[in-house]
């Protein structure tokens, strides 16, 4: 497809497990960030890859989260022993490299913390 | 440092009215972006209009428009003649190049009701 694709739609976990998700970005864009939206929020800044460089991971609340992007291409945000804070939109965005370039969205994970 | 606030938390408007989402932002950077972007209730959120800050040209795109004032730091959003279809949550993002991150921050957004 020719748009940001996320994996899975919807999660559902218990607290404590480890979840991943995945993001495939529209093909050629170097930029990808992840971003959390929790219910009636903005999207709040999680990371940011630039090719398979992690250039910034100001915004990851804890070392519970991890997100990669090993080839440059498709990334994943794990997360570790899961709480129930953690549940929210998770939001995968892909640019061309620069600020001045707009992010396009995939749907989003919809988790949920049990 | 970096901040985006848009006051109105929720609009309802009839349709045919105009309605302006108003947006307030805070940089120390002399470089930075604003974007305006539109999250309908299936959820993926959708570009609407990118200003860089050293053009405060306003710009009309068919029943948009965007008033950008450095002055003030604002970055208002008019729908003219606004349709159902326009009911959204609207969000205004800034991209403060601050670090070289390209990292946007969020506004909490404004959700747009328009009723026929």
């Known amino acids: 497809g020719a748009g940001v694709s996320q994996s899975p739609r919807y999660k559902v976990a218990k607290r404590g497990q480890d979840v991943a998700l995945r993001c495939d970005p529209i093909?050629?864009?170097?930029?990808l960030f992840w971003y959390q939206q929790a219910l009636g929020q903005g999207p709040e800044f999680l990371t940011y890859?630039?090719?398979?460089?992690?250039?910034?991971k100001s915004g990851l609340p804890s070392d519970r989260f991890f997100a990669e992007r090993p080839e440059g291409s498709v990334s994943t945000l794990k997360i570790q022993r899961t709480q129930q804070e953690d549940s929210a939109v998770y939001l995968c965005a892909s640019s061309l490299a620069g600020p001045n370039q707009p992010q396009h969205f995939g749907d989003g994970t919809r988790l949920s913390i049990l | 440092a970096q901040k985006v606030t848009q006051a109105q938390t929720e609009i309802s408007v009839v349709e045919k009215e105009d309605v302006t989402l108003d947006c307030v932002y805070e940089?120390?950077?002399?470089?930075?972006?604003l974007f305006w972007y539109k999250q309908p209730p299936s959820g993926e959120l959708v570009f609407l209009i990118r200003?860089?800050?050293?053009?405060?040209q306003n710009e009309i795109s068919g029943r948009y428009s965007w008033n950008f004032q450095k002055s003030t730091s604002s970055f208002n959003f008019t729908i003219t003649a606004s349709q159902v279809v326009d009911s959204a949550v609207y969000f205004c993002?800034?991209?403060?190049?601050?670090?070289?991150?390209?990292?946007?921050?969020f506004g909490k957004g404004t959700k747009l009701t328009v009723n026929p």
């Open positions: 093909s050629g864009h170097v930029s």
């Open positions: 200003r860089n800050s050293f053009d405060e």
């Open positions: 993002a800034l991209s403060p190049w601050e670090g070289g991150s390209e990292k946007l921050v």
């Open positions: 890859f630039q090719n398979e460089a992690q250039l910034d």
């Open positions: 940089t120390r950077d002399t470089t930075y972006y």
